[in-house]
Nanobody, 118 residues
Framework: VQLQASGGGFVQAGGSLRLSCAAS????????MGWYRQAPGKQRDLVAS???????TYANSVKGRFTISRDNATNTVYLQMNSLKPEDTAVYYC?????????????WGRGTLVTVSS
């Protein structure tokens, strides 16, 4: 699976951005898609994810501010980020989890940089 992410950029605190990630290739195996982020010197952490059935998971730090959604017809996942804070600054990575029989595969897109100024 290939993941093409877009939508990062520079925004002032309190502003909004929307990230998009389109999956192509063997998308029929995808079980869930999501977004992770990695700030300088820190580990990559889950921001939000959504299953094929629409079940969502959010990091506590973004609950109420970020919304993940998915268009199953186009295999595209979106992350609407509102009320952005400087601590949201990071490289955001799109992720897809595929399950084939008993095996699980993680696919990653290229990161997109989000910079929030104070």
């Amino acid at each position: 699976v290939q993941l093409q992410a877009s939508g990062g950029g520079f925004v002032q605190a309190g502003g909004s951005l929307r990230l998009s990630c389109a999956a192509s290739g063997n998308t029929f195996d995808i079980n869930s898609m999501g977004w992770y982020r990695q700030a300088p010197g820190k580990q990559r952490d889950l921001v939000a994810s959504i299953t094929n059935g629409g079940r969502t998971t959010y990091a506590n730090s973004v609950k109420g501010r970020f919304t993940i959604s998915r268009d199953n017809a186009t295999n595209t996942v979106y992350l609407q980020m509102n009320s952005l804070k400087p601590e949201d600054t990071a490289v955001y990575y799109c992720n897809a989890i595929r399950r084939i029989f008993t095996s699980t595969y993680n696919d990653w897109g290229r990161g997109t940089l989000v910079t929030v100024s104070s």
